[in-house]
């Protein structure tokens, strides 16, 4: 999944992106409220992480403009101001919750993680297909009652393939969803990964296939019993 971190303090920003990274999700981090509103009218993400003090107005602004837009993704808002006054305002400006700074990073995680789990977000958290069961939350993959370890990004293919089941995830898709803005990218990343995951799959005995169409992108089927 891709996170949108808005905060302008690099060094907080650093931190989150890195605790968020090692959770698993693919993390694009941002300074201003524009470049906020740029980015989430660009790609699409599964929750912002949004600071309310930023260098070119207010982190509210921010959210009012994106719900005014209809976009409902979720949003943790991060503040230094703890007054109540402020939380209730973010939260009748569509904050889904809060965070007070300073925070541990573990509880960002873990608020992080509560909010992609709400009832109501478009978001399967246990996919299946045949004898695959992928815990989009938990990051964990098994094939027949058994963990199979994926680095996070062969992962994140499986995540979307399984979304997609029976149909073709374009190959242009899954580079939006795998990298990051900042991210260097290898014309062959996509192939790779697809192809150490094919292998995974198969010596763990899976029973779904992946399918390369060719100049297109990949498929999930079920093998015929
Ligand atoms: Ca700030």
Redesign the pocket.
Known sequence: MRLLVV???KR?AELVRAALGRAGFVVDTVGTAADAVAGLALATYDAVIL?????DGD?LGVLAEIRRLGDSTPVLV?T?RDAVEDRVLGLNTGADDYLIKPFDMSELVARTKALLRRPGQALGVVLEAGNVILDTIGRDVRVAGTVVPLPRRELAVLEHLMRRLGRVVPKSVLEDKLYGIDDELESNAIPVHVSHLRKKLIDAGATPEIHTVRGVGYLLTEKAR
């Open positions: 905060e302008d303090e907080i600071d309310l003090g930023l260098p982190g991060l230094a």
